[in-house]
């Protein structure tokens, strides 16, 4: 068999090549969704602000003139500055099912981190943890929602076959906005609001102010978990910005108390429901496709991508009751906006208190996403 190349991605032909493999190792994988190609090419460039705090190197693999694989290396140095310790990254992994090509492209990734002083890697990460995290290793039948990784059933295994272990196992839950809430969740609504705690969506006059209350809040809440890579302003901003056209004030909630802000949740509808069959493609006629369906026709489902308690509430009196009301919140409007599901992701395997929140409303983990480590 033809000897594997290993080609870094240095320009605008090789990145294009990049972000349209996908598409034909996909090919016959009915739950796929090409993400759209011009949202691709600006999150893998400079205006990402990720790239703010990272170093980062894409590479194709390519056997007999035809790209087979790709993947991608990370160093997250704002990671770096609160572990010295974090390890490397791989992402953006897609490849035929072949040992040899993962070999390679795992190889040229490891190598890559090895001389950049790196111990450990994990991934895949597209392209850190506050993005598409893991890859898909339960849930193949349905497909993904906004913001989220699919891959073929044959990753997690090449991956596997290659030394690398589960570093930890996150979930997405979908909830059934239709069914009625529990009688003992329906109790725990109907009480009064706490003193001095009120509940509202995001003002989008204020959207600045707003962004900058939101991420203290994640930075402050997730502050302890596994893997947490803080968000830094510009990029809720950037985020904010090139969300906006799916920003809905009555899918947001944020909670105040005495005045100040200690939680919010974000729900945003499901993109790629609106851009499904458009080949990733906005011209000529994908532009019209997608209003209509985001406009006219409506998709039924949406995500909650961002949400966050701030610490000292939760461990207080209203920290168990916040969720609720967040989620109730959004549920009563994404209903009469005619949305019958909302994918609540991703959530991390031992982050049992919120999963026990979760699954107290009935919704059920219909996806598990892996992250892999190893040794370098």
């Not at 068999?1 to 493999?21: A, H, T």
Request: net charge neutral; hydrophobic share 45%; proline share 7%.
């Amino acid at each position: 068999m033809s000897k594997i190349e290993i080609i870094p991605v240095s320009g605008k032909k090789e990145l294009k090549r990049f972000i349209l493999l996908p598409e034909r190792l996909h090919c016959g994988d009915p739950a796929y969704i090409a993400p759209l190609h011009m949202e691709r090419e600006e999150a893998l460039g400079p205006k990402n602000p990720f790239f703010g705090h990272a170093e980062a190197q894409f590479w194709l693999a390519v056997r007999d003139g035809r790209d087979v694989g790709r993947i991608s290396a990370q160093i997250d140095k704002l990671a770096l500055s609160l572990r010295p310790d974090a390890p490397g990254m791989f992402g953006m992994l897609a490849a035929e099912d072949d040992p040899e090509i993962f070999t390679a492209l795992l190889d040229t990734a490891r190598a890559w981190l090895r001389e950049r002083g790196m111990t450990r890697m994990q991934g895949p990460f597209n392209l850190n943890i506050n993005e598409e995290t893991g890859a898909l290793v339960d849930g193949f039948d349905t497909p993904p929602m906004l913001l989220m990784p699919h891959d073929r059933p044959y990753v997690g295994a090449r991956l596997e076959g290659l030394g690398l272990v589960k570093a930890k196992d996150v979930f997405a839950y979908l909830y059934d906005t239709r069914v009625e809430l529990p009688a003992s969740v329906r109790r725990l609504l109907s009480r009064p609001l706490p003193p001095g705690v009120t509940v509202r969506p995001l003002d989008l006059k204020r959207i600045k102010e707003e962004i900058r209350n939101v991420t203290a809040i994640f930075n402050d809440a997730w502050a302890n978990n596994w893997g947490f890579v803080p968000l830094t302003e510009a990029e809720t901003d950037y985020l904010a910005k090139s969300l906006k056209p799916l920003l809905n004030p009555r899918m947001t909630s944020l909670v105040e108390r005495d005045g100040e802000p200690v939680a919010f949740m974000i729900a945003l509808p499901n993109l790629n429901e609106a851009i499904k069959g458009l080949d990733g493609k906005l011209l000529p006629f994908g532009w019209a496709k997608l209003l209509w369906r985001l406009k006219v026709a409506g998709v039924k489902t949406a995500r909650v991508p961002l949400m966050g308690v701030r610490r000292a509430a939760a461990k207080d009196m209203i920290g168990s009751l916040l969720p609720y009301l967040m989620i109730d919140m959004v549920r009563r409007e994404g209903l009469q906006m005619g949305f019958t599901h909302i994918e609540l992701s991703w959530i991390l395997e031992d982050n049992m208190p919120m999963r026990r929140m979760i699954e107290s409303l009935d919704a059920k983990a219909y996806k598990t996403y892996r992250v892999y480590e190893t040794a370098v």
